[in-house]
């Protein structure tokens, strides 16, 4: 009879780590996506990430309901009950990290016949392959329990900090030097700080993973180098 609730507790642990794959593997096109539509100016495919994100709600739902009766059932301690916890907050992130790739995808529609400078899109880009990276490398780190590329996503948060304050500071030259640019880089700006918090994200996946693996919370203070909202900082 132990080994038959082991067995079975085994399943709902590896059913709960495949759906979290499955939102990832989602998550992940979904931003891809979206950034394409940007550069390529794709309504079409600005409209189908926007669409995809109720899957992601699905799945989460999903989730947090097995998770619960997880719970109930089998009342985990110690690694096992951080395991379902982890695939809680997990979930969590990778929903929100769907919300921000959609509300990229609406200013896409928005912009799609407006002026462009193909240089600042590809800063947007630049970002957007940063986290990119962030997001498949966090996720990997959950999928194999890997402490040091949870830790390397975290301590690169700064990074993805500093590139936006550097892209704010040049979307505000563009609408101070030309007023009829305002509009699009105003939109731009939005899609960039969504990338930017979809960063953010993945580093809350990392200290999630740091959860799950020691057991304890970080308790250091992120990396972080967003400057865009402390103008005094600015010089």
Same mark, same amino acid.
């Given at each position: 009879?132990? #080994?038959?609730?082991?067995?079975?507790? #085994?399943? &709902?642990?590896e059913s709960l780590r495949s759906s979290i794959a499955a939102m990832g593997?989602?998550?992940?096109?979904?931003?891809?996506?979206?950034?394409?539509?940007?550069?390529?100016?794709?309504?079409?495919?600005? @409209?189908?990430?926007?669409?995809?994100?109720?899957?992601?709600?699905?799945? @989460?739902?999903?989730?947090?309901? @097995?998770?619960?009766?997880?719970?109930?059932?089998?009342? *985990?301690?110690?690694? #096992?009950l951080r395991e379902v916890v982890s695939a809680i907050r997990i979930s969590?992130?990778?929903?929100?990290?769907? #919300?921000?790739?959609?509300?990229?995808?609406?200013?896409?529609?928005?912009?799609? &016949?407006? /002026?462009?400078?193909?240089?600042?899109?590809?800063?947007? @880009?630049?970002?957007?392959?940063?986290?990119?990276?962030?997001?498949?490398?966090?996720?990997?780190?959950?999928?194999?329990?890997?402490?040091?590329?949870?830790?390397?996503?975290?301590?690169? &948060?700064?990074?993805?900090?500093?590139?936006?304050?550097?892209?704010?500071?040049?979307?505000?030259?563009?609408?101070?030097?030309? *007023?009829?640019?305002?509009? /699009?880089?105003?939109?731009?700006? /939005?899609?960039?700080?969504?990338?930017e918090r979809i960063g953010d994200h993945t580093t809350n996946i990392a200290?999630?993973?740091?959860?799950?693996?020691?057991?304890?919370?970080?308790?250091?203070?992120? *990396?972080?180098?967003?400057?865009?909202?402390?103008?005094?900082?600015?010089?």
């Amino acid at each position: 009879m132990a #080994d038959h609730i082991v067995r079975s507790f #085994d399943r &709902d642990l590896e059913s709960l780590r495949s759906s979290i794959a499955a939102m990832g593997g989602i998550a992940e096109k979904q931003l891809s996506d979206a950034v394409a539509a940007l550069v390529r100016r794709a309504a079409s495919l600005a @409209q189908a990430v926007i669409a995809v994100a109720a899957s992601l709600d699905g799945l @989460q739902r999903e989730i947090e309901e @097995q998770a619960v009766m997880t719970i109930a059932r089998r009342q *985990p301690l110690a690694m #096992d009950l951080r395991e379902v916890v982890s695939a809680i907050r997990i979930s969590g992130d990778i929903e929100r990290i769907g #919300d921000m790739s959609k509300n990229c995808g609406k200013r896409v529609l928005a912009i799609a &016949d407006g /002026f462009q400078a193909q240089r600042i899109v590809v800063g947007v @880009q630049s970002i957007a392959d940063l986290v990119m990276d962030q997001l498949k490398v966090v996720l990997d780190a959950y999928a194999q329990h890997d402490l040091d590329k949870a830790l390397d996503v975290w301590n690169r &948060d700064g990074a993805i900090d500093a590139l936006y304050t550097s892209l704010f500071r040049e979307l505000l030259t563009y609408m101070m030097e030309d *007023p009829r640019n305002i509009s /699009f880089c105003a939109h731009l700006l /939005f899609v960039a700080k969504n990338v930017e918090r979809i960063g953010d994200h993945t580093t809350n996946i990392a200290e999630t993973i740091h959860y799950l693996v020691t057991g304890r919370n970080l308790t250091a203070e992120r *990396p972080k180098d967003d400057r865009t909202t402390h103008p005094e900082q600015a010089g």
